[in-house]
C-alpha cells in the first residue's frame, strides 16, 4: 500500500524527461580512450549539472586527469542513515561500429528501447538514480536521512572511482547502498568475488635442437595448469552450488612462454620463462587467502623436480565476494516497494561479476544490493539497448525505497520553513539546498 506522501513522491518521476535523460547520457561517448581526448568527462559534467539543477550539494571531484566522480547529496532532516545510489559513468568501447545496426551512440528507440553503448551499462540506471533524487526534491518531501548519488569512473577498469570514494572518507556513514547495474530489476543480494593470480616458472633457455642442455619450463607449466584444473574441481565438489551464483571456477586466461617481457616466442628456442594468469571467481563460502595458498603450494610442487626451475606467484588483485542479508533495510525498503508497484513478488538474484558495490562492501562493510534497469545478458554487447519500461520501473522503485529506507519526516510547518502538505514546496526545498553551499 501506497501512502500519500508515497503516491505524491511518485507523481513526480516525469516520464518524458527520465527518457530523454537517458538519451542524453548515452549519446555522450565516455569509453575510456584517452588518446583520442576521450574519457568519463562529459558525462560526469552531465550529471554534474542536473544535481546542481535540483539544488543539491554537489561535488565533482577529478580521480586522474580526465576521470572525474561526481558526488551529490539531498540533506535529510538528521537521521542516521545514509543512502547511497551508486553507477558509473564509463562504457566499454563500441567495437567496430559497422557491427551495429545504428550509430553505437545514436541513443535510438525503437520498440520500446533505446540503443546504444551504455545504455543498459549503465547510464539507465545512473539515470533512473538521479530521476528518483529529482522526484524527492520536487515533491518537497524531507527524507529523515541523507540522500547520495555517486556517479564514479572507472567501473569497468580498475574501479579508480569508487576506491578514490572511500580513500577520501566520502563513503563514511554510507548505511546502505543500490547498485544501479542492470539486473532488470531483480533484487541482487550476492556477488561472486575476483582474484587474479599472475604465475611465472623460470627455466634455462636452450636451442630446439638440444633441449637437454637447457630446462623447459613449459613442461611443468602444464603439470601446474593441471592441478589448477583438478583443484577447481575440489572446490566446486566442496562448495558446490551457492544461491543465486552457481559454482566456483578457476580458468586460465593467459598463457605464455616466453614471459612477457622476456622476448619474442621462436619456433626452434625452448624458452627460458612460462607465465599464466588464473582468474579466480569466488562464492562466499570460499577463503581467497588459503585458496592463494594452495596455488602457491601446487606451484611450487611442479618445479619441485628440478632444482634449476623456479617460480614466482602475484597476487594481482583480489576482490571478495559479498553476500547481504535479505532482512537488511535497504532489501526490505525494495522489494515493498517493488510489490507495491507491481503487485508481484520481487525476483532475488546474484551478480557472476564484480562492481564498484564489491569495494564498498570490502572497505566499508556497507550492505550492498545491486538492482537496476537493463537486460543482464547484454552489458558489453553490439547492439547494447535498455527497455523503456523497465527504466520507468526503476526509478519509481528507487524513489519509493528511498522514501521507506530514509523515512519521510513529517512536515512541521515550524518557523515558516516549509509550507504544509499539499502546497509544492519544491522551491523552499531548493532554496534551502543551495543556501548550504555547493560543496559537500
Ligand atoms: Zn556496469
Excluded at 579466480?280 to 596455488?295: E, K, S
Excluded at 558495490?357 to 535498455?386: A, M, N
Amino acid at each position: 500500500m501506497l501512502t500519500p506522501d508515497e503516491t505524491r513522491l511518485l507523481s513526480f518521476i516525469d516520464d518524458d524527461q527520465l527518457i530523454r535523460w537517458v538519451q542524453e547520457l548515452t549519446r555522450i561517448n565516455s569509453v575510456w580512450r584517452p588518446e583520442l581526448g576521450l574519457g568519463e568527462e562529459q558525462a560526469a559534467r552531465w550529471v554534474e549539472a542536473r544535481c546542481r539543477e535540483l539544488g543539491l550539494e554537489t561535488r565533482f571531484e577529478v580521480v586522474v586527469p580526465g576521470r572525474p566522480n561526481v558526488v551529490a547529496v539531498q540533506r535529510g532532516t538528521g537521521a542516521e542513515k545514509v543512502l547511497l545510489f551508486e553507477g558509473h559513468t564509463d562504457v566499454v568501447t563500441e567495437g567496430d561500429p559497422a557491427l551495429w545496426r545504428d550509430p553505437p551512440f545514436s541513443a535510438v528507440i525503437r520498440d520500446g528501447r533505446i540503443y546504444g553503448r551504455g545504455a543498459n551499462d549503465m547510464k539507465a540506471g545512473l539515470v533512473c538514480a538521479l530521476a528518483a533524487l529529482a522526484a524527492v526534491v520536487r515533491s518537497g518531501l524531507r527524507l529523515s536521512g541523507d540522500l547520495m548519488l555517486a556517479a564514479l569512473c572507472d567501473e569497468e577498469g580498475s574501479m579508480l572511482g569508487v576506491k578514490h570514494l572511500v580513500d577520501s572518507g566520502q563513503a563514511d556513514g554510507v548505511s546502505a547502498a543500490i547498485i544501479c547495474e542492470p539486473e532488470e530489476n531483480h533484487i541482487c543480494l550476492a556477488q561472486k568475488g575476483v582474484m587474479w593470480v599472475r604465475a611465472a616458472i623460470h627455466g634455462v633457455m636452450a636451442h630446439g635442437a638440444m633441449p637437454l642442455t637447457g630446462v623447459n619450463p613449459v613442461q611443468p607449466m602444464a603439470r601446474f595448469l593441471a592441478a589448477m584444473h583438478d583443484l577447481e574441481a575440489q572446490e566446486i565438489a566442496r562448495f558446490g552450488q551457492y544461491e543465486f551464483l552457481g559454482q566456483p571456477s578457476i580458468t586460465p586466461t593467459i598463457v605464455l612462454a616466453p614471459a612477457r617481457g622476456a622476448g619474442e616466442p621462436q619456433n626452434n628456442v625452448t624458452p627460458g620463462s612460462a607465465e599464466t594468469v588464473l582468474d579466480f571467481r569466488i562464492t562466499p563460502d570460499q577463503d581467497p587467502a588459503a585458496l592463494a595458498f594452495q596455488t602457491r603450494q601446487l606451484l611450487n610442487a611442479a618445479v619441485a623436480v628440478d632444482p634449476r626451475l623456479s617460480a614466482e606467484l602475484e597476487v594481482l588483485e583480489i576482490r571478495p565476494p559479498t553476500s547481504t542479508d535479505r532482512a537488511e533495510p535497504v532489501v526490505a525498503a525494495l522489494a515493498s516497494a517493488f510489490t507495491d508497484l507491481t503487485g508481484a513478488e520481487p525476483t532475488y538474484g546474484g551478480v557472476p561479476g564484480t562492481t564498484d558495490g564489491t569495494i564498498l562492501h570490502e572497505r566499508k562493510g556497507i550492505p550492498i544490493v545491486t538492482c537496476g534497469p537493463g537486460d543482464i545478458h547484454i552489458p558489453h554487447h553490439v547492439d547494447e539497448w535498455v527497455s523503456l519500461d523497465e527504466i520507468r520501473q526503476a526509478a519509481r522503485l528507487y524513489a519509493l525505497a528511498a522514501a521507506r529506507y530514509l523515512e519521510v519526516t513529517p512536515v512541521a510547518p515550524a518557523r515558516g520553513q516549509l509550507a504544509s502538505q499539499g502546497v509544492t514546496p519544491a522551491p523552499s526545498a531548493r532554496g534551502q539546498s543551495a543556501s548550504q553551499g555547493d560543496n559537500v
